[in-house]
């Protein structure tokens, strides 16, 4: 399976001021809008102000909207679905901002590994968790779950298209379970083949 660059953050190489800026920082900066996003979703309106601001970073970038849209397209459907049920639990405003808050999220980690190379990610939180040897932490498996996390996301983005595009063929359209099973098993079943692959290669502890 090919999973294009356009299906979710993978780096692209440019020379804005967001990809000379220190990876730490960005990875600071990430870790600051996470903490922030507790109080931000109390008012839908801040949320708006912070997803405003994320479109900015990928202006300023020199991606464009379209490829924030592209981010945000493989998870509509969970975007679709978590406005609906606060929308009816709550109200329109409670929607706004959940739904925003998750979107702003996961646009700005995008942005941040679209305009940083891997590598340099991991090197941070290696480096970061250094320190932390004395305690029995291994920082170099730490790097290495870091990375596979990354590199799982854009390979679960490329399953549930793959999935939804089958649901779409078979005429199951709007039936959830049709598209969940399967996409469960799918992702289930590559991560037993990485599981294999890792303990093939001596990461079994």
Not at 178 to 202: H, Q
Request: glycine share 10%.
């Amino acid at each position: 399976m090919t999973i294009g660059i356009n299906t979710l953050g993978l780096y692209r190489p440019g020379g804005s001021p967001l990809h000379r800026a220190a990876p730490a920082v960005k990875l600071l900066g990430l870790l600051a809008l996470g903490v922030a996003s507790v109080w931000l979703q109390q008012r839908w309106w801040t949320v708006l102000i912070a997803f405003a601001a994320v479109t900015c970073g990928y202006l300023v970038a020199g991606l464009g909207p379209g490829v924030l849209a592209r981010q945000l397209r493989p998870m509509w459907w969970l975007l679709a679905f978590t406005a609906v049920m606060n929308w009816w639990l709550g109200d329109w405003q409670r929607a706004v901002a959940v739904v925003g808050m998750i979107a702003t999220l996961v646009a700005a980690a995008a942005l941040v590994t679209l305009t940083t190379p891997t590598t340099a990610l991991i090197d941070v939180v290696v480096r970061a968790a250094g320190p932390l040897r004395r305690f029995g932490v291994d920082a170099e498996r730490l790097g290495l779950t870091l990375l596979l996390g990354i590199r799982c996301v854009p390979v679960i983005a490329g399953l549930a298209r793959e999935v939804r595009e089958a649901q779409i063929a078979r005429g199951a359209v709007r039936d959830l379970r049709a598209f969940a099973v399967p996409l469960l098993v799918r992702a289930l079943r590559d991560a037993d083949a990485m599981g294999e692959a890792l303990v093939a290669r001596g990461f079994d502890d």
